[in-house]
T-cell receptor
């Protein structure tokens, strides 16, 4: 089991550019979550999917952010246009509904820096 | 809404026992989880409490009191590698499968 795989690990981009973050959940997991972590705001849920369907996107900051899950093995988080305040670590996590303990498995994260 | 409180920092020495508390406010409490995160790393799931009482996993134990809206993580026989941030996270059945994370407690283990 390779775990949750995120790419890229680091991304530095200029303000106004489009950024796409990628996530491959653990095979068979039916829930996928996107979190953002900053010193000021901690770990915040952006959006989560169940069986590829977005369930709750109330945490998406604004229209500049969008997320998709075209199939069970792939999800993207896109920021367009990016702004310096978007600088953060973005985590993807997955879990299986029937999994005992309700634990998420997090990916290694993408550290985004917008200059 | 939901809110969680944890101490921001805790310091202890190797071999000691430390308790990290978490209090929460939520209308439809379902369960409490704990995660560990080392600097530069990803959060790692430690434990889950859905019912009152103590859950033990090796050197780590987690406790929940639903009536007091309170839980704690107990770390025994502290090791240097336990230096990390620890997050409690609450699931509210009004909010589906999502867990809301607390602000985190940074544990420093001294030699």
């Amino acid at each position: 089991d390779a775990g949750v795989i995120q790419s890229p690990r680091h991304e530095v981009t200029e303000m106004g550019q489009e950024v796409t973050l990628r996530c491959k959940p653990i095979s068979g997991h039916d829930y996928l979550f996107w979190y953002r972590q900053t010193m000021m705001r901690g770990l915040e849920l952006l959006i989560y999917f169940n069986n590829n369907v977005p369930i709750d996107d109330s945490g998406m900051p604004e229209d500049r952010f969008s997320a998709k899950m075209p199939n069970a093995s792939f999800s993207t988080l896109k920021i367009q246009p990016s702004e310096p305040r978007d600088s953060a670590v973005y985590f993807c996590a997955s879990r299986l509904y029937d999994q005992g303990g309700y634990g998420y498995t997090f990916g290694s994260g993408t550290r985004l820096t917008v200059v | 809404g939901q809110s969680l409180e944890q101490p921001s920092e805790v310091t202890a020495v190797e071999g000691a026992i430390v308790q990290i508390n978490c209090t929460y406010q939520t209308s439809g409490f379902y369960g409490l989880s704990w995660y560990q995160q080392h600097d530069g790393g990803a959060p790692t799931f430690l434990s889950y409490n859905g019912l009152d009482g103590l859950e033990e996993t090796g050197r780590f134990s987690s406790f929940l009191s639903r009536s007091d809206s309170y839980g704690y993580l107990l770390l025994q026989e502290l090791q240097m590698k336990d230096s990390a941030s620890y997050f409690c996270a609450v699931r509210d059945h009004n909010y589906g499968q999502n867990f809301v994370f607390g602000p985190g407690t940074r544990l420093s283990v001294l030699p």
